[in-house]
């Protein structure tokens, strides 16, 4: 079995691999019929069902270039995609077809609207176009440098890019499922994410069907108690996800206990580092590490825990079989072991992109000479662990201390009271810039001055006293992307407007 979906109605489909390369195949000739040819660009405006891969993979097959996009993107960010990348077609369903009607007139390339489900007059049926459809389809020759597909950027600093990948992408991201995620023929591989971020796109389909892995997608809003019944119900023995799911999987009492999990086996994290607190209680209430790893839309995962490897709590472990990193000062040059630098990778990995679509200005600012630099900030111990630090537009400096604001999150949130926070650099006439916690409860009942100064002095403990956050927030959410990143940059912003510096 290569599919195992069920959604929020409590439908349920399997699919065999012979099932969804017959399906794909034929997607494939309905891109012919519509004039698709190798390059032309397509739109997967689709939530989790199967008709998502099915497209995908037929786009591919064909040397078209599927853009997975969210289904929450409003009517201007729809624009923007499909008229920077000249998408010739949109597929997408009844409920998320609006707001595609709403800027056709203004997309001089697109074509046509394909619609899962009940179409309308002026669109067509993906289920009539796929009946007409043969099965037999001749595949596109194709080379490992050729454009498969790309995925946009969150685009926090101007407009998202679209991230090039190419048809060697998949391979080259072999150690990924294996040493990472740890993958077996035998496991079915459950990840709580949307297909259309990089993330599950790779670890929650791609990288696991080349290997013969089964998934299981669902298709509904992320919730921990029903993911436990997910879990339990099919028998998951990988389980991919990001550092709020697990924190949300932690606030049910006795899980444990209730849920039969006896099956799951390993678990992956990545989207944002995950505390040490929350690798603790996780090992402690379910008996299995949680292997975070650090990496982006351009280059994935490359950096992680990994199997048959001594996890360091808060580390995101070492480069994996396979993949050259380094850690790079503002010249290009390597840092001396325990000073942070900008972690990069040789621009010669297969997994790496190739360039941001349309972009050359800023293609040319991410590289330098041999490397990619991610923005990512890390150190390295002694024993070649990495540790992160920040992006580089989150450090912050203060009181004389570049502060990492991951290191001051996780020692507020081994306080038991705080469910998530996030830390940023706040305008301070006195100081210059001070450290500014937005802190999520687990009771917001429980928000008050006094629990302001129990996590200022718990923060002073856990970590250094220059950290602790002089400013604390309580809030009932975080701005997040939909990767589920934290939107630091959107705090930032909020601190300059209430502080009134422009």
């Known amino acids: 079995m290569a599919l195992y979906w069920e959604n929020a109605a409590g439908e349920t489909a399997r699919y065999t691999f012979w099932d969804?390369?017959?399906?794909?195949?034929?997607?494939?000739?309905?891109?012919?019929?519509?004039?698709?040819?190798?390059?032309?660009?397509?739109?997967?405006?689709?939530?989790?069902?199967?008709?998502?891969?099915?497209?995908?993979?037929?786009?591919?097959?064909?040397?078209?270039?599927?853009?997975?996009?969210?289904?929450?993107?409003?009517?201007?960010?729809?624009?923007?995609?499909?008229?920077?990348?000249?998408?010739?077609?949109?597929?997408?369903?009844?409920?998320?077809?609006?707001?595609?009607?709403?800027?056709?007139?203004?997309?001089?390339?697109?074509?046509?609207?394909?619609?899962?489900?009940?179409?309308?007059?002026?669109?067509?049926?993906?289920?009539?176009?796929?009946?007409?459809?043969?099965?037999?389809?001749?595949?596109?020759?194709?080379?490992?440098?050729?454009?498969?597909?790309?995925?946009?950027?969150?685009?926090?600093?101007?407009?998202?890019?679209?991230?090039?990948?190419?048809?060697?992408?998949?391979?080259?991201?072999?150690?990924?499922?294996?040493?990472?995620?740890?993958?077996?023929?035998?496991?079915?591989?459950?990840?709580?994410?949307?297909?259309?971020?990089?993330?599950?796109?790779?670890?929650?389909?791609?990288?696991?069907?080349?290997?013969?892995?089964?998934?299981?997608?669902?298709?509904?809003?992320?919730?921990?108690?029903?993911?436990?019944?997910?879990?339990?119900?099919?028998?998951?023995?990988?389980?991919?996800?990001?550092?709020?799911?697990?924190?949300?999987?932690?606030?049910?009492?006795?899980?444990?206990?209730?849920?039969?999990?006896?099956?799951?086996?390993?678990?992956?994290?990545a989207g944002e580092p995950l505390n040490p607190e929350v690798i603790k209680e996780w090992k402690r209430r379910f008996g299995i590490d949680a292997y975070d790893g650090i990496g982006m839309t351009e280059v994935m995962v490359y950096v992680s825990n990994m199997r048959d490897m001594k996890i360091k709590l808060g580390s995101c472990g070492k480069p994996q079989p396979g993949h050259i990193c380094a850690l790079l000062d503002e010249n290009g040059t390597p840092v001396p072991q325990g000073e942070t630098g900008a972690l990069a990778v040789k621009k010669t990995d297969p997994g790496l992109f190739r360039e941001y679509w349309n972009k050359p200005e800023k293609t040319k600012e991410s590289f330098s000479g041999d490397w990619f630099l991610s923005g990512d900030v890390l150190y390295q111990d002694e024993e070649g662990y990495y540790w992160f630090s920040g992006r580089n537009d989150d450090l912050i400096k203060a009181s004389g201390y570049r502060i990492s604001p991951f290191e001051v999150e996780s020692a507020i949130i081994s306080h038991p009271e705080v469910l998530e926070c996030a830390v940023v650099a706040s305008p301070d006439k006195m100081r210059g810039t001070i450290i500014k916690a937005y802190v999520v409860l687990r009771d917001s009942r429980n928000a008050s001055d006094k629990m302001v100064k129990e996590i200022q002095e718990h923060t002073k403990k856990v970590a250094a006293p220059y950290k602790y956050p002089r400013e604390i927030d309580f809030v009932t959410e975080l701005p997040k992307t939909q990767s589920g990143k934290i939107k630091r940059k959107d705090l930032r912003e909020l601190e300059k407007q209430k502080k009134g510096v422009l």
């Open 20 to 269: 969804l390369k017959n399906l794909s195949d034929k997607f494939g000739n309905v891109l012919k019929k519509l004039g698709f040819k190798k390059g032309d660009r397509f739109l997967i405006r689709l939530p989790n069902i199967p008709a998502f891969q099915i497209a995908f993979l037929g786009g591919v097959k064909i040397g078209a270039v599927p853009i997975p996009s969210s289904v929450m993107f409003r009517e201007h960010e729809i624009e923007y995609r499909i008229n920077d990348s000249s998408a010739k077609a949109v597929i997408t369903t009844p409920k998320f077809v609006k707001e595609v009607h709403a800027i056709k007139q203004n997309c001089k390339t697109l074509e046509h609207i394909i619609v899962v489900g009940d179409a309308q007059a002026d669109e067509l049926s993906f289920d009539a176009l796929m009946k007409e459809a043969s099965r037999h389809l001749e595949v596109e020759p194709t080379k490992s440098t050729d454009i498969a597909f790309f995925c946009y950027t969150s685009g926090t600093t101007g407009n998202p890019k679209g991230a090039v990948h190419l048809h060697r992408w998949v391979p080259g991201n072999d150690p990924s499922v294996l040493f990472w995620q740890n993958g077996l023929e035998t496991d079915l591989v459950a990840h709580t994410g949307d297909l259309n971020w990089i993330y599950p796109l790779g670890n929650g389909f791609l990288y696991t069907w080349r290997w013969g892995i089964s998934t299981l997608v669902y298709d509904g809003k992320f919730d921990a108690v029903h993911w436990f019944e997910l879990l339990e119900k099919y028998r998951v023995t990988n389980l991919a996800s990001v550092p709020t799911a697990y924190r949300m999987f932690l606030t049910i009492k006795d899980a444990e206990k209730t849920y039969d999990l006896s099956s799951l086996r390993h678990c992956i994290s």
